[in-house]
């Protein structure tokens, strides 16, 4: 069920986005009078699921969810329609339109996923505000993985800055790390402060390792909510709503000793110190060889760290969403330099729609799909305007040359680069999936 949520989502998400965006081309075109002989949500090859005709322009649903488009009537774009193009140039046609007529439509699309986007972050902020866990609330530190010991980082240090720069929100303090190349981490350890140094290589391992920096939790109550597929503490006879105490009869402060314990003995069986209904028991459970786990689920305790929500009315929230969007749309285009480092090699972490469907909730929260669906409009809006032929940016390259030298490229050139411009997107789409299929396969 909770992949079917995930997967109703995205596709909720994509088609409003896609709407959107196809959108702002039409209206503008519209605006120009300019002919729009289609309309469609996803891609129709060979048929389509729905189709209707209004007007010049017919409105469709394809059956391929990868998109959408507009045909607008004498330009080269996807649909490749050589015969029209070799007709004459008439009134309607987006050919015979001023070149600046034609930016303005080509960056329709971008521009209205931009201001959806931030438009978004408006209503989200005036609905729900702004929940965050700050940094100083982290009252027990952090936990590390093996990478974060490897450059000095330790459980239990308390972050205190950044590059000597306090970050608020301590989820925001990964992706400053990693957007804004940062060279130190300042942690208290012990009632000292210590001075951490950055690797410049470190940003590919932070992709890598996801539970690099994380809330260090405590360990107790451990009550038992229920229990995961083949559970080995199910099958030792292990019950929901007992509460676990301990291990061979020890005990743990803090959750990830307790899970060091078990993986660092996963080749015996272990003792669980249980409670149930008031009294003791012991019960022998061999941990899971590979992984060390007992395949129980905790009851989650709400209340350890004290998040901080900011309220903001419809006035307050205008700027705010402004703020938010630009913030995003920054942070966003700082991850390209990521990508194309040589040093983060971050190309190895892309990927395709598994990875886009799988940042949605298990669960329906509209706060986390409207704020999610901000996010994505802002990625369309720049992956689109990106001076790829095919993508809505090469047509605004082409266009600015037109501009700025009076010379427009011939339609048998802008034929030739759609073409390579489809066969590029067509690769970026097969190797950012192909890596997903990749990681699913390494599970």
Not at 5 to 29: N, P, T, Y
Not at 215 to 225: L, M, S
Not at 331 to 338: C, D, I
């Amino acid at each position: 069920m909770t992949i079917v949520i995930k997967i109703l989502q995205f596709l909720m998400s994509l088609s409003i986005l896609v709407i959107i965006h196809e959108f702002g081309h039409f209206i503008l075109a519209k605006l120009f009078k300019t002919r729009v002989e289609k309309f469609y949500l996803f891609f129709d090859p060979w048929f389509s699921l729905f189709k209707i005709k209004r007007g010049e322009t017919e409105y469709g649903i394809g059956w391929v969810p990868l998109g959408g488009y507009v045909k607008i009537s004498g330009m080269i774009d996807e649909s490749m329609d050589r015969e029209q193009m070799k007709l004459p140039p008439q009134p309607y046609e987006f050919r015979s339109k001023p070149s600046w007529q034609r930016l303005l439509i080509m960056t329709g699309g971008v521009i209205f996923n931009f201001i959806s986007a931030i438009l978004i972050y408006v209503l989200v902020l005036f609905a729900w505000g702004e929940t965050y866990l700050p940094t100083a609330n982290v009252k027990y530190g952090i936990v590390t993985d093996s990478v974060g010991y490897s450059i000095g980082l330790r459980n239990g240090d308390k972050i205190l800055s950044v590059d000597n720069a306090y970050i608020d929100d301590f989820r925001q303090i990964i992706p400053d790390i990693i957007l804004n190349r940062r060279k130190t981490i300042q942690v208290e350890r012990d009632g000292q402060k210590v001075n951490i140094d950055i690797p410049q290589d470190y940003s590919n391992k932070i992709l890598k390792n996801k539970g690099l920096i994380d809330a260090r939790f405590p360990f107790g109550p451990f009550i038992i909510n229920s229990f995961s597929k083949n559970s080995p503490a199910k099958i030792a006879g292990v019950q929901a709503d007992d509460n676990l105490i301990g291990l061979d009869n020890l005990k743990f402060t803090y959750y990830d000793e307790f899970q060091k314990y078990l993986f660092d003995n996963r080749d015996r069986p272990i003792v669980l110190n249980l409670m149930r209904k008031g009294a003791s028991l012991n019960l022998n459970v061999k941990p899971d060889s590979i992984t060390g786990m007992l395949g129980v689920i905790r009851l989650v305790n709400e209340n350890v760290f004290e998040f901080k929500t900011i309220r903001y009315g419809f006035i307050q929230s205008v700027p705010a969403g402004l703020n938010k969007g630009f913030k995003t749309i920054a942070n966003y285009l700082k991850q390209f330099k990521v990508v194309f480092s040589k040093h983060s090699k971050a190309y190895e972490s892309l990927g395709g729609f598994i990875t886009i469907g799988s940042i949605f909730p298990g669960v329906w929260d509209w706060e986390a799909f409207w704020n999610l669906t901000a996010f994505l409009s802002i990625i369309l809006a720049v992956m689109n305007i990106l001076p790829i032929p095919a993508l809505d940016g090469g047509h605004v390259m082409f266009l600015l040359f037109e501009v700025i030298t009076g010379r427009k490229p011939s339609d048998k050139f802008l034929e030739y680069a759609q073409i390579v411009g489809m066969v590029i997107l067509i690769s970026l789409l097969l190797y950012a999936n192909g890596n997903d299929i990749l990681r699913q396969i390494r599970k």
